[in-house]
């Protein structure tokens, strides 16, 4: 853990989502050493580059799906793999349009999970709910994440690899890290799942063929358009993300100010009502 020049009290239960004072991400008093400063890097580092692939995955993958399955693990660019295969398109040995996709495909789609693990390790509950956003919703999922995470190590691992589920995944291997889970089980476990996922997904594709391979052709012709979706996308959901943040916020201030309006006032009648009166007698409510 960072190193606290000052004790920052008792911690929190871990299913408390309440913001810190201020919002800050680490206790304060938090002094970095030289894991933290890694570790925080190393986040920062995975976080463009995802920004990155976002609008040039689907680039990638009609121009070189070999390509976008080592650099992200794509499960799109598995199943057009995997028809690559098997029509004889790969551009190599049938031994080897198997093996180096899939080999390619596990370890990429598992490179950065360890990170966040080891963020967890690091700064726990702090960087868990740091994670979780800042809007409603966010923060009830992950708060849902975690209390999987707690109660079923392997069954949320697993769900981190079935499209359309709502699990962030960050979360699931943050709190693992958190709990106290070595990184040897935890890559043991993420492996083999990964291994289940990208081996789906290839045969998959192995099973749909020509038709996957068509279908990537023609996806080519309109490529750059959706990487431009994709990019206004982001910046819209950013802009979108923010306002809402930004109102819940202000009704959370404004809540908490006519709180203290309120407290204040009966606090002010109440020692109205103790004042002593003309005769020395308690004087009358205001």
């Not at 975690?146 to 981190?160: K, V």
């Not at 709990?179 to 043991?188: M, V």
């Not at 063929?209 to 910046?235: H, M, N, R, T």
């Amino acid at each position: 853990m960072p190193e606290q020049s000052s004790d920052p009290g008792p911690r929190k239960p871990a299913a408390s989502w309440a913001r810190g004072a201020g919002g800050q991400l680490w206790p304060e008093g938090t002094v970095f050493g030289r894991n933290d400063r890694i570790c925080l890097a190393l986040i920062v580092g995975v976080t463009i580059f995802g920004l990155i692939m976002l609008p040039a995955r689907p680039v990638i993958l009609t121009w070189a799906p070999l390509a976008i399955v080592a650099l992200t693990g794509s499960r799109t660019g598995m199943v057009a793999c995997g028809a690559l295969a098997a029509t004889g398109s790969a551009g190599m040995p049938l031994p080897l349009a198997i093996a180096v996709p899939l080999i390619a495909g596990i370890l990429s789609i598992v490179k950065f999970d360890p990170v966040y693990w080891w963020a967890g390790k690091l700064w726990g509950e702090w960087f868990i709910k740091a994670m979780a956003g800042q809007t409603k919703r966010s923060i009830r999922r992950a708060e849902r994440a975690e209390q999987l995470a707690r109660t079923y190590m392997i069954p949320a691992i697993g769900l981190t690899y079935i499209p359309f589920v709502p699990v962030p995944a960050a979360i699931i291997y943050a709190v693992l890290g958190a709990s106290g889970t070595k990184l040897r089980t935890f890559l043991g476990i993420d492996l083999v799942f990964a291994t289940i996922a990208q081996v789906t997904y290839f045969t998959l594709g192995w099973y749909i063929g020509q038709p996957a391979v068509a279908l990537l052709d023609e996806f080519a012709k309109y490529s750059l358009w959706l990487a431009l979706g994709i990019l206004v996308f982001i910046i819209a959901g950013s802009v979108r993300t923010s306002i809402i943040a930004e109102k819940e916020r202000a009704a959370q201030e404004a809540g908490e100010s006519r709180e203290a309006g309120t407290a204040r006032d009966d606090t002010a009648g109440t020692s109205r009502a103790q004042a002593p009166g003309p005769a020395g007698q308690p004087g009358e409510p205001g």
